[in-house]
């Protein structure tokens, strides 16, 4: 059983950033494809970003690309989202989220991961 805790989120203007951060126990992190999505008021959940394993491999969903940047330290059991030049359309809650089977690049669908952290919330006003 994966645990995970999100931190980083909170208010920035247009055109500022946030580091959100994800903090695993209770598993093997090295072993779980690393995801973030996000859920706007009345939207539904979407997915932003994978990372693989080894975390040489990383997706992104395309309003994200050139702004936001995932990573992982999997001495630290620890995944990261560098988010930059933030918009108002970021304004969600994000969580992060771990699979243990499967490819990162076949995990951009809330059903191939297993567990979920509690979400942060980030508001970017207009």
């Known amino acids: 059983q994966v645990q995970l805790v999100e931190s980083g989120g909170g208010l920035v203007q247009a055109g500022g950033s946030l580091r959100l951060s994800c903090a695993a126990s209770?598993?093997?992190?090295?072993?779980?494809?690393m995801g973030w999505f996000r859920q706007a008021p009345g939207k539904e959940r979407e997915f932003v970003s994978a990372?693989?394993?080894?975390?040489?491999?990383?997706y992104y969903v395309d309003s994200v690309k050139g702004r936001f940047t995932i990573s992982r330290d999997n001495a630290k059991n620890t995944a990261y989202l560098q988010m930059n030049i933030l918009r108002p359309e970021d304004t969600a809650v994000y969580y992060c989220a771990a699979a243990g089977r499967g490819l990162a690049s076949a995990s951009m669908t809330g059903r191939n991961y297993d567990y979920w952290g509690q979400g942060t919330q980030v508001t970017v006003p207009s």
């Open positions: 209770g598993g093997t992190f090295s072993q779980h494809i």
């Open positions: 990372i693989s394993r080894n975390g040489i491999s990383t």
